[in-house]
């Protein structure tokens, strides 16, 4: 960013075109073999070739391309691609496919973050407890003013926090994950103007056995709380 926060032009441009390039990939309007070139790229963004280069970089690191010599940039099978990097993940959710990526992510959800909240019930240091029981607090005045955006961040941060005090890399890796799904969920409004009580007493109790070292009982009500999102997306 420059000195009054903007970000550069260049950088803003190469986003645009990975977007745009990588929306059509996941939603299909691009195909497992079809073709690209630097040339046609060029010339469709009107920008110049380290630009485009430097974007096929990016969606080959997300192995949504690859290149190859003498025949150009090819799409690459869904079976491929880095499924939980959080660009693939909001591209999917802001497209046709939207309903199975909610579905999909909602059910390592409910897999993965019971396992987590145990986790961090015997790990969690004591600021991440007292964090976690502030942050259920605020989503509960949050939730009932009907602040929905200042609700979704703090509910962002209560799961990012609770993965990452887990005492398991692999969970932890998984918060800009369970960010993308949050931040879909509430976009594209599935979530109610006003949160349910049962999710808040759910977050409340969990982050109430977390810091108490209740690796059972936070097991058990992230259960409970996971299997209310579940049913809420069928």
């Given at each position: 960013?420059?000195?009054?926060?903007?970000?550069?032009?260049?950088?803003?441009?190469?986003?645009?075109?990975?977007?745009?390039?990588?929306?059509?990939i996941v939603?299909?309007?691009?195909?497992?073999?079809?073709?690209?070139?630097?040339?046609?790229?060029?010339?469709?963004?009107?920008?110049?070739?380290?630009?485009?280069?430097?974007?096929?970089?990016?969606?080959?690191?997300?192995?949504?391309?690859?290149?190859?010599?003498?025949?150009?940039?090819?799409?690459?099978?869904?079976?491929?691609?880095?499924?939980?990097?959080?660009?693939?993940?909001?591209?999917?959710?802001?497209?046709?496919?939207?309903?199975?990526?909610?579905?999909?992510?909602?059910?390592?959800?409910?897999?993965?973050?019971?396992?987590?909240?145990?986790?961090?019930?015997?790990?969690?240091?004591?600021?991440?407890?007292?964090?976690?029981?502030?942050?259920?607090?605020?989503?509960?005045?949050?939730?009932?003013?009907?602040?929905?955006?200042?609700?979704?961040?703090?509910?962002?941060?209560?799961?990012?926090?609770?993965?990452?005090?887990?005492?398991?890399?692999?969970?932890?890796?998984?918060?800009?994950?369970?960010?993308?799904?949050?931040?879909?969920?509430?976009?594209?409004?599935?979530?109610?103007?006003?949160?349910?009580?049962?999710?808040l007493q759910?977050?409340?109790?969990?982050?109430?056995?977390?810091?108490?070292?209740?690796?059972?009982?936070?097991?058990?009500?992230?259960?409970?709380?996971?299997?209310?999102?579940?049913?809420?997306?069928?």
């Open positions: 960013m420059d000195s009054n926060g903007a970000r550069p032009a260049a950088t803003v441009m190469n986003g645009a075109i990975i977007d745009a390039i990588g929306a059509d939603a299909g309007e691009l195909l497992p073999g079809d073709r690209l070139t630097l040339e046609g790229l060029q010339e469709e963004f009107s920008v110049s070739r380290t630009v485009v280069r430097d974007c096929m970089r990016i969606l080959e690191s997300m192995n949504l391309v690859y290149s190859k010599r003498r025949v150009g940039i090819v799409v690459q099978d869904p079976s491929l691609w880095s499924v939980f990097d959080s660009r693939i993940i909001r591209w999917r959710l802001d497209g046709p496919g939207r309903d199975s990526q909610f579905r999909t992510l909602t059910e390592l959800r409910v897999a993965v973050e019971p396992m987590a909240a145990a986790g961090a019930a015997r790990y969690a240091g004591a600021q991440e407890r007292k964090a976690l029981v502030e942050l259920a607090g605020r989503m509960r005045i949050l939730g009932e003013q009907g602040s929905l955006d200042d609700f979704l961040a703090a509910d962002i941060a209560f799961h990012k926090l609770l993965l990452r005090s887990s005492g398991n890399e692999m969970f932890a890796s998984l918060d800009e994950v369970v960010a993308a799904v949050l931040t879909g969920r509430t976009r594209q409004g599935r979530m109610p103007d006003h949160p349910r009580e049962v999710a759910g977050h409340e109790r969990v982050a109430q056995a977390v810091a108490e070292g209740n690796d059972g009982v936070a097991m058990e009500e992230m259960a409970i709380l996971m299997e209310e999102v579940r049913a809420a997306m069928v």
